[in-house]
Structure formats: C-alpha cells, structure tokens
C-alpha cells in the first residue's frame, strides 16, 4: 500500500485507461491522503497494480458505460460483474472487462447479430448483449449468431421470427 508522508495510507480515488505512445495499454492510477489531503497519480502498465489500489476498483471508463445503463439494470449488472472480479481475484474492473463473460474470452458477433442488436430498445441493449454473450460462452462456442438471437428472444419474450414445422 502506498502510504503519505504525513504517515496515513494513501486511498485509491480512480483509475484511468490510457495508452503508452506505442499503443500498450496502461493506467493512470488516481490516490488522495484522507489526512492531509494529499492527492497522487502514477502511470502503471495496465494490470500491473503495484500495491496503488486498496479495493475493487472500477476504471472510469467502465464506470461511464455502467452509468449509461438504466438503474434497475445497473445495480444487478454491477453485482454480477463484481461477483465475476473477486472470483477471479481481480482488483480493477476495466471497460474491456465488462465486454467479456465469465470466461474472460470475447465473444464475436456475427455482422447480422450485431446489426439486430442495433435494433434493441437502447434501454435493453446492454443487458441483451451481456445475456448472449453469457449464453454462448456458456455453451462453449465464442460467437453470437442471428440463430441464438431468436432463441433467446423466445425463452425471454415467448416470440421468435424462426418458422417451426407443424
């Protein structure tokens, strides 16, 4: 932990996404004394905390996307992906993170998928993209098809454009 020269321990205040000049991420490590007020910042290789973060921490970046999120979706998101963090002992919940289900593997999108997507209620968006990603890692494949699309509009919403023989 980093500790302020009044003695008292440094807080972690937040994390920016950043990138070296030659494109290798990096974060910018924001700390303030709660003593004296001291306030602190340190560049670091991204993932390379060094003992500067204290807690879990979300960057601002992910932060801004948890925020565009209606509320009543965002407190239940919020939890799920920090259940996710502390299972897989992280201590900084990235933007690129909240794209990736619990596998830590991204998932594709089919062109087609990712042009329906496009059409969801933006309120929903969000959550539909997390549920499919989910559904498909869930399943072992790493792609979002327009076929899963349709199965998962049926299960939540009792509809589906796919024609069933009878």
């Not at 003992?51 to 999120?69: N, S």
Request: hydrophobic share 35%.
């Amino acid at each position: 932990m980093l500790t302020c020269g009044c003695g008292r321990w440094m807080h972690t205040e937040g994390i920016e996404e950043r990138a070296y000049e030659d494109g290798t991420p990096q974060w910018f490590i924001r700390s303030e004394c709660r003593g004296c007020g001291l306030n602190v910042g340190a560049d670091v290789p991204a993932g390379e905390m060094n003992g500067l973060v204290d807690r879990l921490m979300w960057t601002d970046e992910a932060l801004h996307r948890l925020e565009r999120m209606p509320p009543y979706m965002a407190s239940f998101f919020r939890a799920e992906v920090e259940e996710d963090a502390r299972v897989r002992g992280e201590q900084v919940i990235t933007y690129e993170a909240l794209l990736c289900p619990r596998t830590g593997e991204r998932i594709e999108w089919e062109p087609e998928a990712e042009q329906r997507l496009e059409r969801v209620p933006a309120p929903v968006r969000a959550m539909a993209r997390v549920e499919l990603e989910r559904t498909a890692a869930d399943r072992g494949t790493a792609r979002v098809t327009v076929a899963l699309m349709e199965e998962i509009k049926a299960k939540y919403f009792g509809m589906s454009n796919v024609k069933r023989e009878t």
